[in-house]
């Protein structure tokens, strides 16, 4: 490969293509700035092609299997009902497609240009970009770091096999496993096992770890999982996977015991390493944590000013929201906002058996806090609506302050949590008391009156709550 001293002039470049990325490349187009993104692989990252799409469609055919149990309430019977792996596939490959050709046209609309190839930095104001035998070196003013992440197996379980699954191989099946060992606690696990057990696999699901939402989130998830016979292991440490041809055996560290349960595949909740070694980061100068990650500030800009960081490749979280919103900032910073992010009121969304969907402080957060605390909490089953369409299972929870009533967290599980959460990180930016959130009309009957008699539940107000 030869390689000249001649190098292409670039006012502002983005390296990496996903959520933190393209958006950050636009946002900058939006504010006249000439803009080039680089990615290596295909725009929309792991979340688009191989990560939170592939997942979400996997959870909404789970929520319409268990939607189709309805009918007969509604009077309408069906004298066969399948469901085909394959065709849900076709699907997937179908929205993802979509998607991507969506990014594309978007980043051609704004005139962001699109280099293919592999970056690493020169020098603290160039980089070379890799594509097969060609080699370019570009000069820029500012850049953005968005390469994400790579998923890596837990240390000790490397080994590569069909039966061992992962988050991105478990959404490319094929063939719907018989007996799924689901590991891990985080919100990925909890859709696997959900969906897969919507299917008709037989889960049993090895927790590794508490769940990661508010206490009385959690306890309504297990007793969900458990109605769903969705087996539930506790402090499950994975100690050994042995696979075979037509199964697999996995030994977990029970307490002070070993069980060695035999199943047909095995899911494990790889790792996140984030995709900086490539880029070379010590020829610019930018400071990286013993992980890889990279420090930002609240501009998202690195310890070198002009040159920012988003995502999963930063320090701060890993779900698209905050990618998104981060790479925002750093356009409109390029662009010559002001902006600043901050991770307060970041939603996060799971899409288990119910949707769940959660922003702010926990009970226990708040109460580690200082915080003297309101609790106001209402079952959807003493919701007229969700009578009405047979979605009675969830709760709503919003923790307020008592001396001030300001919102701290609200948590919800049910149908509509997701829409709902919306409103709740709407609260929490702006500063709202209990009384914003009792005072306005709620449409009847609907589930949005759930969300006001939680409020109203705050103070022990709640007309329709049975039980204290």
């Not at 890799?130 to 370019?136: A, C, P």
Request: net charge negative; proline share 4%.
């Amino acid at each position: 490969m030869v390689v000249g001293d001649f190098a292409h002039e670039k006012e502002v470049l983005i390296i990496g293509g996903g959520p933190g990325g393209y958006h950050a490349a636009i946002r900058a187009a939006q504010l006249g700035k000439e803009v080039t993104l680089v990615e290596k692989q295909a725009l929309g990252g792991i979340c688009l092609n191989n990560g939170c799409i592939s997942s979400k469609v996997f959870a909404e055919a789970a929520k319409r299997m268990r939607d189709a149990h309805d009918f007969p309430s509604f009077g309408m019977t069906f004298e066969s009902f399948t469901f085909d792996i394959n065709e849900l596939q076709k699907h997937k490959a179908t929205v993802i497609n979509s998607l991507t050709k969506g990014v594309q046209a978007l980043l051609k609309k704004h005139n962001v240009e699109v280099i293919q190839g592999t970056a690493t930095f020169l020098s603290d104001n160039q980089v070379g970009v890799e594509n097969g035998d060609s080699f370019e070196k570009y000069e820029f003013e500012q850049a953005v770091i968005a390469t994400g992440s790579s998923y890596v197996r837990p240390k000790g379980f490397t080994l590569t096999h069909e039966r061992i699954l992962d988050p991105t191989s478990i959404y490319e099946q094929t063939e719907c496993p018989d007996h799924l060992i689901v590991c891990g606690s985080d919100y990925q696990a909890i859709e696997v096992a959900s969906s897969f057990s919507a299917f008709g696999t037989k889960i049993t699901f090895a927790l590794d770890g508490p769940l990661p939402y508010d206490e009385t989130i959690n306890k309504e998830l297990i007793r969900l999982f458990k109605k769903s016979k969705i087996k539930i292991l506790k402090d499950a440490a994975l100690k050994k996977v042995s696979p075979y041809e037509k199964h697999l055996e996995a030994t977990f560290r029970l307490g002070d015991q070993e069980q060695t349960i035999t199943a047909s595949h095995i899911y494990l909740p790889d790792e996140r390493v984030a995709n900086t070694k490539a880029l070379r980061l010590e020829v610019c100068g930018i400071e990286v944590m013993n992980e890889g990650l990279i420090t930002i500030t609240e501009t998202t800009q690195t310890n070198q000013p002009h040159i920012f960081a988003v995502g999963d490749v930063t320090a701060h979280g890993s779900l698209a929201v905050e990618a998104i919103k981060q790479g925002k900032v750093a356009g409109e910073r390029i662009g010559g906002k002001k902006s600043v992010w901050d991770p307060w009121a970041r939603p996060n969304v799971g899409y288990s058996i119910r949707p769940i969907a959660t922003t702010g402080l926990t009970e226990e957060e708040a109460l580690n806090e200082g915080y003297d605390i309101h609790i106001g909490e209402f079952p959807l089953a003493s919701n007229g609506y969700a009578s009405i369409i047979n979605k009675k299972e969830g709760l709503f929870k919003i923790i307020s302050e008592k001396e001030t009533d300001v919102i701290l967290g609200c948590h919800l599980i049910g149908e509509g949590s997701v829409a709902f959460i919306s409103q709740a990180v709407q609260a929490l930016e702006m500063g709202a008391r209990m009384e914003d959130l009792t005072y306005p009309y709620y449409p009847h009957p609907s589930l949005n009156e759930a969300w006001l008699e939680a409020s109203e539940a705050l103070t022990g107000m709640a007309i329709h709550r049975t039980s204290s």
